[in-house]
């Protein structure tokens, strides 16, 4: 359902479904795509190709044209952005652009705070490394930005259609003034369970086609290390003491350093305001599982250790065959037949880790010794937990 923000003389429009056509096409194929994905009207703007909005009002709606933030915002981000913006407590508007500035199938479109990562997890990586975000307080400084844009609409039903209705809605003004907080109300509680509805259809989908992937070594390091080179070791009076990537997340631990909680970085912050925790997810990228040679991982990963000169203490964990039937009911994760923690001197990434056969990196933890008195690691190495996983698919 397409939504309308009025700030101070202009309405800006949000949520429409962009069609870029290299020639002008003709109001009969406007209206049948229309109908073909529920919209009830369409715009259309000329900027070299034809950019065409569907946009969906609530049935019989009077609108006569548009504000595209869609159009306004790719103008203002430029070729190659991702931006998202919280416009509704919750709920974020997400709009992203091509190599040559324009829309892309994606844009202008609004989901819900809780389904980012999902919604990311199916955007090219490439395009999130300058992923730009923009919070509800910061909502009227960037719309002041952006510059203002009408576009007549046209509806898909019949204008005489709409003449009729026309005359319906003057017989029943005094009625509908007096239903108008209701239908209002109805209307947005009708949005946020149609995009609830779709964002749980978009996560049973997800995990159905995560259960059919892995995520390989290499590629989980290579995530995680990547994304901490990205991190600012100092920012606004704030330093980095650790950082530690664990399951599907970075997690940075921030120390004031000169600074204020006023300008910490996102995160939790402890009872003093000290220390601030921040999380960054984590996309690797998941492969088809492989069939391997049988190898013993456990003694595989041990030769890899101790040719590094590490001496690593390999607790096995085998489980029973009743442990393991009721492990296999209850979670998709196969059970681990042994860890290890170990201290790594190197780049990890320079490291062919997907020779280990079922080799799983549980977590990766390093400090930057830029805070006196730091005892959670040596600077310069990482502490690495790793598993040997049952089965025998990597």
């Not at 120390?255 to 910490?264: F, L």
Request: net charge positive; with cysteine; aromatic share 8%.
């Amino acid at each position: 359902m397409s939504v309308e923000l009025s700030v101070e003389s202009h309405t800006w429009c949000f949520d429409a479904r962009w069609v870029i056509y290299r020639s002008k096409p003709s109001q009969r194929t406007l209206k049948a795509h229309a109908r073909k994905i529920g919209a009830t009207h369409y715009a259309l703007k000329r900027n070299g190709s034809w950019a065409v909005g569907f946009y969906t009002f609530a049935d019989h709606a009077q609108v006569k044209s548009v504000g595209p933030t869609a159009l306004a915002a790719a103008k203002y981000l430029g070729a190659d952005a991702y931006a998202e913006f919280e416009i509704i407590p919750g709920k974020l508007w997400i709009i992203g652009t091509g190599p040559d500035g324009i829309l892309l199938p994606f844009a202008d479109t609004l989901i819900s705070a809780n389904d980012r990562q999902t919604f990311e997890s199916r955007v090219s990586p490439k395009l999130l490394e300058h992923k730009k975000s923009f919070q509800l307080a910061a909502m009227g400084t960037v719309l002041d930005e952006l510059e203002p844009i009408s576009i007549n609409v046209t509806p898909v039903v019949s204008n005489r259609r709409f003449a009729l209705i026309s005359v319906f809605a003057i017989t029943g003004i005094c009625v509908l003034l007096g239903l108008r907080a209701w239908h209002v109300h109805r209307q947005q509680i009708a949005l946020l369970e149609a995009m609830e509805r779709s964002a749980a259809g978009r996560r049973i989908a997800d995990a159905a086609r995560a259960n059919l992937t892995v995520v390989m070594p290499n590629a989980y390091i290579k995530s995680c290390l990547n994304s901490v080179d990205k991190l600012k070791l100092y920012s606004s009076g704030w330093i980095v003491r650790d950082w530690k990537c664990d399951a599907n997340a970075l997690e940075v631990v921030w120390v004031r350093a000169g600074g204020t909680i006023a300008s910490a970085p996102d995160g939790d912050a402890d009872s003093r305001g000290d220390v601030v925790t921040s999380h960054i997810p984590l996309l690797p990228e998941r492969v088809h599982p492989r069939q391997q040679v049988p190898t013993d991982g456990v003694r595989r990963l041990q030769a890899l250790l101790q040719g590094a000169g590490i001496d690593a203490d390999m607790r096995r964990s085998a489980p029973s065959a009743q442990e393991w039937q009721s492990t296999q009911r209850t979670t998709t994760q196969t059970p681990a037949v042994a860890s290890t923690n170990f201290t790594w001197v190197t780049d990890p990434r320079q490291t062919d880790w997907d020779q280990v056969p079922r080799l799983h990196i549980a977590s990766v933890h390093a400090t930057t010794g830029l805070v006196n008195g730091d005892s959670t690691g040596k600077p310069g190495t990482y502490q690495i937990s790793a598993e040997i996983m049952s089965g025998a698919a990597q």
